[in-house]
C-alpha cells in the first residue's frame, strides 16, 4: 500500500497570499496518477486536480498542480475566501487507492 | 446532472451486518468505476473499495479486506456495499463517488453526500 504523507498539517495564511501544500508518497505514484481533493465543513470532497497537474472541470486557474514519482505540489497563486478548507491528495496508480491526511488551510 | 445518492445507513451493534446502497443517475453507470469512501467523525478521507464498470476484480482497503463487499448492479444503476463483522473503528460518514478512467487508473469526479453508519452497543 503506498502511504501517502501531506505537509504542513495546518497552514495559516491570509487572502491574496499565496499558498503551497505538499503530498511526498512512500513509493513512486505511477504514471502520476494523482489527484487532490478540497473538502469544506458538511460538504463532500470536490476534485480540483488529476493526473498530477490537470485541472478539472470548472475548477479556476490560481489552483495548479506539478511533480512527478514521489513528490507532488498543489499551489494556489492567491488565495479566495472560499479557498480556505482542506486538501487532500489521492494516489490512483495502484490497485488499492490512497488518501494523504490532508491539509488544512485556514485564515 | 449526475447525481450519487446513498442509503442504508444507521446504528448497528458491533459484530453485526450492514448493507448501503448507492443509485446513480445522469451518467452511463456501467461505463465508469465506483468507489466507497469513508470519514469517520473529524478525520480524514479513507479509500475503502472500488470496483471497475464491468464488475470484475474489485479491490480493498487492508482496514476492511475480508469483512466487506463490493458489488454493482449495472442494470439497476447501483452499486453496494456489504459490510460484516463491524466494528466500533467502522463508525464513520460512507461517500459513494464516481471513477473516471484515466489511463489504467481513474480519479473520484462526482461524489455523493454520504450516508451515516455509527456501530456501538
Known amino acids: 500500500e503506498i502511504v ?63 511533480g512527478s514519482g514521489t513528490d507532488f505540489t498543489l499551489t494556489m497563486s ?29 485564515i | 446532472e449526475v447525481q450519487l445518492l446513498e442509503s442504508g445507513g444507521g446504528l448497528v451493534q458491533p459484530g453485526g451486518s450492514l448493507r448501503l446502497s448507492c443509485a446513480a443517475s445522469g451518467f452511463t453507470f456501467s461505463s465508469y468505476a465506483m468507489t466507497w469512501v469513508r470519514q469517520a467523525p473529524g478525520r480524514g478521507l479513507e479509500w475503502v473499495s472500488g470496483i471497475r464498470g464491468s464488475g470484475v476484480t474489485p479491490y480493498y482497503a487492508d482496514s476492511v479486506k475480508g469483512r466487506f463487499t463490493i458489488s454493482r448492479d449495472n442494470s439497476k444503476n447501483a452499486v453496494y456495499l456489504q459490510m460484516n463483522s463491524l466494528r466500533a473503528e467502522d463508525t464513520a460518514l460512507y461517500y459513494c463517488a464516481r471513477g473516471y478512467y484515466y489511463g489504467s487508473g481513474y480519479y473520484l469526479d462526482d461524489w455523493g453526500q454520504g450516508t451515516l453508519v455509527t456501530v456501538s452497543s
Open chain 1, 78 to 106: 492567491r488565495l479566495e475566501p472560499e479557498d480556505f478548507a482542506v486538501y487532500y491528495c489521492q494516489q490512483y496508480g495502484s490497485s488499492v487507492h490512497t488518501f494523504g491526511q490532508g491539509t488544512k488551510l485556514e
Open chain 1, 4 to 66: 501517502l504523507t501531506q505537509s504542513p498539517g495546518t497552514l495559516s495564511l491570509s487572502p491574496g497570499e499565496r499558498a503551497t501544500l505538499s503530498c511526498r508518497a512512500s513509493q513512486s505514484v505511477s504514471s502520476s496518477y494523482l489527484a487532490w481533493y478540497q473538502q469544506k465543513p458538511g460538504q463532500a470532497p470536490r476534485l480540483l486536480i488529476y493526473g498530477a497537474s490537470s485541472r478539472a472541470t470548472g475548477i479556476p486557474d490560481r489552483f495548479s498542480g506539478s
